[in-house]
């Protein structure tokens, strides 16, 4: 079903419903006479509404109005709060009627079953839109019940002989949905009667567009006839209920012959079991609508209960379609599924365990086919219960994991957190043995506040539960645990499992931030340290060696104006010592940070680095043209790396080529140093060189690695935002 098909039932139920919120809101809002008028034929007479009284009125249950103020229901008649309006009655008597507001309280009393029944039935139809919006039975309940919800508060609401001879909008809303939306939701209970077995012989698309259409369109046929025919007010609304009560019994008389049709041509167990739950909710409501209501009202002119709950006796039909569909099919598949592995598992078994015994006792103890019979039934009652108890077990292992052994699991989880030999591989393990243990497929840690995931596993496929995790109190993450499908969420016992796994994840998640604090911390100390280097160098170079080589140059000139002696020999050794100084202050420069870096930048010193190293090696450099501004301790770490890298290459791989790769991207910097030499013997000790290129990178907060691949590869990634997580 496409998206289009599976959006029109949605979209039609909520205008239903927005017509009657309208409708019972505008009939609120209007002035009332304590009366209304019942929707069915006996109160709509030729000439007159009868009427029953619902709060304070001077008007009597059974008082037949003709006219309002003189105004026979034809709209126009002007009254508020507190006018005094006469009501003339059939027979010529008259009641003096104070107009006041709508009370919600008399509809309440009256029409509260009926809420009470159309809002259950809207709520299954709106959870299993949402659950399975595809299923075919889908889009006529969902549309059924809309309307009858629509419908229903509007008759709840009511209708007061005086809302028809005021006129406006109220009586229009009102017939528009106790008439329009009323048959458009019967229409639905015939295509829900064709749509809820599968094949059955009348759902053809033809069938189904003229069962949704059909009741609105004679409607509307008979709407239009009344308009045409000229009729007065009280003549079109009763030839309209009249017409409605038709309509809805034709209907429901095609539904349920539809629904025998389906019965006896549906030749599936689980689809004539889920009918008989409908037709059984469906008789045992009719039988408590007769015994609690009409029955007694025939006998003692009164019901047994009272007329409030008159919409409660259709709830075993709700009961009996909700069974229905949960249990057949629509809803806990997985469950069903559960329970036809388990018994399938044991009938083999069994069947199995019982041929095995016969055989055994036959031919061997040479015992009567009857009694070896008995025997082995006794044998296979015996086992029937641990064997029933396996069977689950092993199917709850397969469709839920191990969440009915907490105490493996948490076990498991405690081992493989010992095995870990790296903080960063800490919240990987713990999802995917959170995932694997309760076969769930999707499962994530948040550190902190939630904005970076530690890490994943899987994909979402069900509702995600959010499980905090706590280290003394304080949260330090979340743990993100997705049901196993859509009509499959988390049970108690997996939840009750999380929480239990959250308790050891909490302090492991803990360490690994403590961890990535320390890495962080380090981090800033490093950049710190460049910067001042940086700084120092900087100061060293423009100011205190420019400083010293102009003493030098003043005290040499100086020692030209002196004749020979010991001042002259005291100006000349002055210079010495300054120029001595002066190639100290250099060689401090240049070991604080190697000079090309803020001469050439990056690239190009590396590139420079090369060409000094290149001999039988040919060394190729790619990075960026520009000349990008990065950190310093990134810039420094980037360059000693690749240097050390291709001194490496140079005197150890016995390749012809090397290719240097920088790249820097807007969260980190990237160097590649690949070689064609002979790479790495795996028995090899990793010497100073490459112990040296792997702590310059952790100290930033990324890594680097050596592998051999047709040649030694050393690939690093040092973060732009210095410390940040791996």
Not at 253 to 271: E, K, M
């Amino acid at each position: 079903m496409g998206d289009r098909a599976r959006r029109w039932p949605a979209v039609l139920a909520v205008l239903l419903v927005v017509l009657g919120v309208v409708g019972a809101a505008a009939r609120l809002d209007g002035p009332s006479d304590g009366s209304v008028i019942r929707f069915g034929g006996s109160a709509w007479r030729a000439d007159a509404l009868r009427v029953d009284v619902t709060g304070e009125s001077a008007l009597r249950d059974g008082d037949e109005v003709t006219a309002i103020g003189g105004n026979r229901f034809t709209g126009g008649l002007v009254v508020r709060p507190g006018d005094t309006v006469a009501y003339q009655l059939r027979g010529g008597g008259t009641r003096d009627v104070t107009v006041t507001r709508a009370d919600l309280g008399g509809p309440l009393r009256d029409g509260w079953g009926d809420l009470v029944f159309v809002v259950s039935l809207a709520l299954l139809a709106v959870a299993l839109y949402l659950r399975r919006p595809n299923e075919p039975v889908v889009a006529p309940l969902l549309v059924a019940a809309a309307g009858l919800l629509g419908s229903t508060v509007v008759v709840v609401a009511g209708l007061p002989p005086l809302a028809l001879a005021a006129g406006g909008p109220g009586p229009v809303l009102y017939f528009l949905s106790t008439v329009g939306v009323y048959s458009i939701a019967w229409g639905a209970v015939f295509v829900l009667a064709l749509r809820f077995t599968p094949d059955h012989p009348w759902a053809r698309p033809a069938v189904i567009r003229a069962g949704y259409v059909t009741p609105f369109a004679v409607m509307v046929t008979v709407t239009a006839g009344t308009v045409v025919a000229g009729q007065n007010a009280v003549t079109r609304y009763t030839t309209l209920v009249v017409a409605q009560n038709a309509v809805v019994a034709v209907t429901m008389l095609a539904a349920i012959v539809a629904g025998i049709i389906a019965y006896r041509a549906d030749r599936d167990p689980a689809s004539r079991t889920r009918l008989r739950w409908v037709a059984g909710g469906g008789v045992l409501s009719l039988v408590l609508g007769f015994a609690g209501w009409q029955l007694p009202t025939l006998l003692t002119g009164h019901p047994l209960l009272p007329d409030g709950a008159l919409g409660l006796a259709a709830m075993p039909f709700v009961g009996g379609l909700a069974v229905a569909l949960r249990r057949h099919h629509l809803f806990d598949i997985e469950r069903l599924a559960n329970r036809s592995l388990v018994y399938a598992a044991v009938v083999t078994v069994l069947a199995g365990v019982y041929t095995a015994t016969v055989a055994l006792l036959a031919s061997v103890l040479r015992l009567s086919d009857a009694v070896a019979a008995a025997l082995a039934a006794a044998v296979a009652a015996l086992v029937l219960a641990p064997l029933l108890r396996a069977a689950q077990g092993v199917v709850n292992r397969v469709m839920y994991g191990d969440r009915d052994d907490p105490a493996g699991v948490l076990a498991g989880l405690g081992g493989r957190l010992e095995t870990v030999m790296l903080p960063d591989d800490v919240s990987p393990i713990v999802v995917e043995t959170v995932a694997r243990s309760l076969r769930v497929p999707y499962v994530a840690i948040d550190v902190g506040d939630g904005k970076l995931p530690a890490a994943e596993y899987g994909v979402p496929a069900g509702t995600v539960h959010i499980e905090p995790l706590f280290h003394y109190g304080e949260k330090v993450g979340r743990l993100r645990v997705s049901g196993r499908g859509p009509d499959d969420p988390l049970e108690p016992a997996d939840l009750a499992l999380i929480r239990s796994l959250a308790q050891q994840i909490g302090p492991a998640l803990q360490a690994v931030r403590l961890h990535h604090d320390l890495v962080r911390s380090r981090a800033e100390v490093v950049t710190l340290r460049e910067d001042e280097r940086r700084r120092l160098r900087r100061e060293l170079h423009d100011g205190l060696g420019p400083a010293l080589a102009a003493i030098a140059l003043k005290a040499g000139l100086a020692a030209r104006q002196v004749p020979d002696g010991d001042a002259r020999n005291l100006l000349g050794e002055i210079t010495d010592e300054v120029r001595t100084s002066l190639a100290d202050v250099r060689r401090v420069v240049d070991a604080l940070r190697p000079p090309a870096l803020d001469e050439l930048g990056l690239v190009a010193a590396v590139r420079a680095r090369a060409a000094a190293l290149t001999a039988d090696l040919v060394i190729d450099v790619a990075g960026p043209d520009d000349r990008p501004v990065l950190p310093a301790a990134v810039e420094t770490a980037a360059y000693r790396i690749a240097v050390e890298a291709m001194t490496n290459a140079v005197r150890h791989s016995g390749g012809t080529t090397c290719t240097v790769t920088i790249e820097a991207g807007e969260r980190e910097v990237r160097v590649e140093i690949r070689d064609d030499g002979d790479g790495l013997a795996a028995s090899r000790t990793p010497g100073v060189g490459l112990r040296s290129m792997r702590e310059r990178a952790a100290e930033l907060g990324g890594d680097c690695t050596v592998e051999t691949v047709g040649g030694t590869v050393v690939r690093a990634r040092l973060p732009l935002e210095v410390g940040a997580l791996r």
